[in-house]
């Protein structure tokens, strides 16, 4: 079996070996309109460079493909809203941009963050390639170029517009199957006053947390402060600074400059590189033992939703997401354990999750299944799921997740302090 490329795809080094491995499975944010007896499945497995300290997955879905339906809005989720809000007043206090700069925001998704920057009369402009997103980013008022980015696009931005102040590419980074091209461009675009500010969440997500079910086919990157560093010097830029920030489960936020032009290395830098080391991410020893810990928790799940099945119990998901269709399909035969998984998005109701053909259903539906037992799948706002669902459910429905470990939600305190918080949460799983 090809378990994925042979190249870092970071550093071009073929010192690769095998991080995850969860087996062949279906293409995660893919949901079918019909039960489907066949459907295409691909190898899911987390390969780590040990020179650079990249995690990838083999490229089997373009990003044509992944682009050609998105229906991820970040306005949809507060956090991000807020957290984009409090980014732009913090770059705006401290300096980083002024009122004669110009920002660029590469995936600007629907406007989220640069709105503010609109909002403030400063110059700004996004790309963003999935044109339904462009268009509502467009519509708020933001000149947004509905495109990939890449090293050519680079260049006629900067020959145009000059180079911008400030670029961000958050959560983007991890998406782009050529890592160099992309690290290009935005060398391309880093004039002499230019910095860089990348987000994504951190490989040590995977190693210390078990964030395991964040592997999916789309997500074709796991980046660490070690393999940013080097990607970026080889292309000319310096990681000068870094911010962990609390965002999909926890977040680096990269800062890059001009070699040249660089302001002083931060201690946080190097300090992040030496406890990623301490964490073993270039150790395969270390791996392996998350591997076995990875596949106990998908035995784990399959015996807990096989003894809920034999004591007569109804159990239903929440959340249909990447996530859930990492750990479903992942997981050993689950049979017709998971009646349904409930979403708040129009779009994936009345769709079905392969391999199983787990039908995704609304909240109403959910209720009428009067289930016994709920699973949630986005673990990262659980808590926040737990309290929009459980004040309509009888007080005997237990809400459990399923990673780190199998773990029942507490939810008495929810239920006095959110009694009458009836409104679902318009939820958006994150990527
Ligand atoms: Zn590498």
């Given at each position: 079996?090809?378990?994925?490329?042979?190249?870092?795809?970071?550093?071009?080094?073929?010192?690769?070996?095998?991080?995850?491995?969860?087996?062949?499975?279906?293409?995660?944010?893919?949901?079918?309109?019909?039960?489907?007896?066949?459907?295409?499945?691909?190898?899911?497995?987390?390969?780590?460079?040990?020179?650079?300290?990249?995690?990838?997955?083999?490229?089997?879905?373009?990003?044509?493909?992944?682009?050609?339906?998105?229906?991820?809005?970040?306005?949809?989720?507060?956090?991000?809203?807020?957290?984009?809000?409090?980014?732009?007043?913090?770059?705006?206090?401290?300096?980083?941009?002024?009122?004669?700069?110009?920002?660029?925001?590469?995936?600007?998704?629907?406007?989220?963050?640069?709105?503010?920057?609109?909002?403030?009369?400063?110059?700004?402009?996004?790309?963003?390639?999935?044109?339904?997103?462009?268009?509502?980013?467009?519509?708020?008022?933001?000149?947004?170029?509905?495109?990939?980015?890449?090293?050519?696009?680079?260049?006629?931005?900067?020959?145009?517009?000059?180079?911008?102040?400030?670029?961000?590419?958050?959560?983007?980074?991890?998406?782009?199957?050529?890592?160099?091209?992309?690290?290009?461009?935005?060398?391309?675009?880093?004039?002499?006053?230019?910095?860089?500010?990348?987000?994504?969440p951190?490989?040590?997500n995977i190693?210390?947390e078990m964030q395991f079910d964040t592997i999916?086919?789309?997500?074709?990157?796991?980046?660490?402060?070690?393999?940013?560093?080097?990607?970026?010097?080889?292309?000319?830029?310096?990681?000068?600074?870094?911010?962990?920030?609390?965002?999909?489960g926890g977040?680096?936020?990269?800062?890059?400059?001009?070699?040249?032009?660089?302001?002083?290395?931060?201690?946080?830098?190097?300090?992040?590189?030496?406890?990623?080391?301490?964490?073993?991410?270039?150790?395969?020893?270390?791996?392996?033992?998350?591997?076995?810990?990875?596949?106990?928790?998908?035995?784990?799940?399959?015996?807990?939703?096989?003894?809920?099945?034999?004591?007569?119990?109804?159990?239903?998901?929440?959340?249909?997401?990447?996530?859930?269709?990492?750990?479903?399909?992942?997981?050993?035969?689950?049979?017709?354990?998971?009646?349904?998984?409930?979403?708040?998005?129009?779009?994936?109701?009345?769709?079905?999750?392969?391999?199983?053909?787990?039908?995704?259903?609304?909240?109403?539906?959910?209720?009428?299944?009067?289930?016994?037992?709920?699973?949630?799948?986005?673990w990262?706002?659980?808590?926040?799921?737990?309290?929009?669902?459980?004040?309509?459910?009888?007080?005997?429905?237990?809400?459990?997740?399923?990673v780190p470990?199998?773990?029942?939600?507490?939810?008495?305190?929810?239920?006095?302090?959110?009694?009458?918080?009836?409104?679902?949460?318009?939820?958006?799983?994150?990527?």
């Amino acid at each position: 079996m090809n378990i994925g490329s042979e190249i870092c795809r970071g550093c071009k080094s073929n010192n690769l070996f095998v991080g995850i491995n969860l087996g062949e499975l279906p293409i995660a944010n893919e949901l079918y309109s019909n039960p489907m007896e066949s459907f295409e499945t691909f190898p899911l497995c987390l390969k780590i460079c040990r020179d650079c300290g990249l995690g990838q997955v083999q490229d089997v879905v373009s990003p044509e493909r992944i682009f050609r339906d998105y229906r991820y809005l970040s306005s949809t989720s507060t956090f991000f809203l807020n957290h984009a809000r409090d980014f732009v007043d913090e770059l705006l206090s401290n300096g980083t941009v002024g009122a004669d700069d110009w920002v660029l925001e590469i995936a600007c998704n629907d406007g989220y963050l640069l709105r503010n920057f609109l909002e403030k009369d400063i110059s700004c402009l996004g790309i963003e390639p999935a044109s339904n997103v462009a268009l509502i980013a467009q519509e708020l008022g933001i000149e947004v170029l509905n495109d990939f980015f890449t090293e050519n696009l680079a260049r006629k931005l900067v020959s145009e517009r000059g180079h911008p102040k400030l670029v961000i590419a958050n959560n983007v980074l991890a998406h782009v199957p050529d890592i160099q091209d992309f690290m290009k461009g935005l060398s391309v675009l880093a004039g002499e006053k230019t910095v860089v500010s990348i987000e994504n969440p951190s490989i040590l997500n995977i190693l210390e947390e078990m964030q395991f079910d964040t592997i999916y086919h789309e997500h074709f990157s796991y980046l660490s402060a070690l393999a940013v560093r080097k990607i970026a010097l080889e292309n000319n830029l310096v990681l000068f600074d870094l911010q962990e920030i609390n965002a999909h489960g926890g977040s680096n936020r990269y800062w890059l400059a001009r070699k040249e032009s660089a302001a002083e290395i931060q201690e946080k830098v190097q300090h992040t590189v030496e406890r990623e080391l301490s964490a073993g991410i270039l150790e395969r020893e270390v791996w392996d033992k998350t591997n076995s810990k990875v596949q106990k928790i998908l035995q784990d799940f399959t015996n807990w939703l096989n003894a809920q099945t034999e004591a007569g119990k109804k159990v239903v998901g929440y959340g249909a997401a990447a996530k859930a269709s990492t750990l479903i399909n992942a997981s050993l035969e689950i049979g017709n354990g998971l009646l349904a998984i409930a979403d708040a998005s129009h779009e994936k109701q009345g769709r079905f999750m392969p391999k199983f053909n787990i039908p995704i259903i609304s909240i109403n539906e959910l209720l009428k299944l009067k289930p016994n037992v709920v699973i949630v799948f986005p673990w990262n706002i659980k808590d926040e799921i737990v309290d929009s669902i459980s004040p309509k459910l009888p007080e005997s429905v237990e809400f459990w997740v399923a990673v780190p470990e199998m773990l029942r939600i507490e939810t008495v305190n929810s239920r006095s302090n959110h009694a009458d918080n009836t409104t679902p949460v318009g939820l958006k799983v994150t990527k």
